[in-house]
């Protein structure tokens, strides 16, 4: 069956400092790939998307940036912290279908809780 | 329109209730649509699919009306467990973004003893 990890569950770093956060999945290959972001009582907001290893699409401009340097590796990453980026960040992952206008469900990692002082 | 619009709440129902919720989405062309479950300071998890015959899980029941770009959850015997916040998901099938889903806000439910 597949797995997803994700970690650190929680992390606490100060404005300015850089951040990486990483997700793996296991038992699956070719898998899309997700970066979520969820501010304290808001919906998802999708960051980063990747269909294939050093193919990234980014939905909203901002301080973030994202690499899959693998297959079933993704990474979210900023080179300085803002306040801002306070919130649970949250890697999913989905199968790749082959139909361009279906879509598999997305399954989620456990989460990182960012806080940013 | 927002692209996933859903009633967020709260619902306070006691145990045994049946709850409705309900999901209206903006883009015509949507082929894909779930409901996911979330609970407080953890990860959405998937509940069910939703087909366009309707479809039903145990407790759960899920329509899809494609004429009003309408989609609902019906859970039947409300129990303690089922309280969470319940995400509406369409997938978005436009601009080349294969694969993306959007997500409402969600739906809070609360079961009372």
């Known amino acids: 069956s597949q797995t997803i990890h994700q970690w650190p569950a929680t992390l606490v770093q100060p404005v300015g400092s850089p951040l990486s956060l990483e997700c793996t999945v296991e038992?699956?290959?070719?898998?899309?790939l997700y970066w979520y972001r969820q501010a304290a009582g808001r919906g998802l907001q999708l960051l980063f998307y990747?269909?294939?290893?050093?193919?990234i699409s980014s939905e909203v401009p901002q301080n973030l940036s994202a690499s899959r340097p693998q297959d079933r590796q993704f990474i979210l990453s900023s080179k300085k912290l803002l306040l801002s980026d306070s919130g649970f960040y949250l890697c999913?992952?989905?199968?790749?279908?082959?139909?361009?206008?279906?879509?598999?469900?997305?399954?989620f990692g456990d989460g990182t809780r960012l806080s940013i002082l | 329109r927002k692209e996933v619009e859903q009633d967020p709440g709260p619902f306070n129902v006691p145990e045994g209730a049946t709850v409705a919720f309900n999901c209206t989405y903006s883009n015509s062309a949507s082929q894909s649509f779930f409901w996911y479950r979330q609970d407080c300071r953890k990860e959405p998890k998937l509940l069910m699919s939703v087909y366009s015959s309707g479809n039903e899980d145990g407790r759960f029941t899920a329509q899809l009306n494609r004429a009003s770009q309408y989609i609902s959850l019906l859970i039947r015997d409300s129990k303690l467990s089922d309280s969470a916040t319940y995400l509406c998901v369409v997938n978005r099938n436009y601009g080349g973004s294969q694969g993306n889903l959007i997500f409402g806000k969600g739906t809070k439910l609360s079961v009372k003893p």
């Open positions: 990747s269909v294939g290893i050093g193919q």
């Open positions: 038992g699956t290959s070719n898998p899309n």
């Open positions: 999913a992952w989905s199968s790749r279908t082959g139909l361009l206008y279906s879509n598999q469900p997305q399954h």
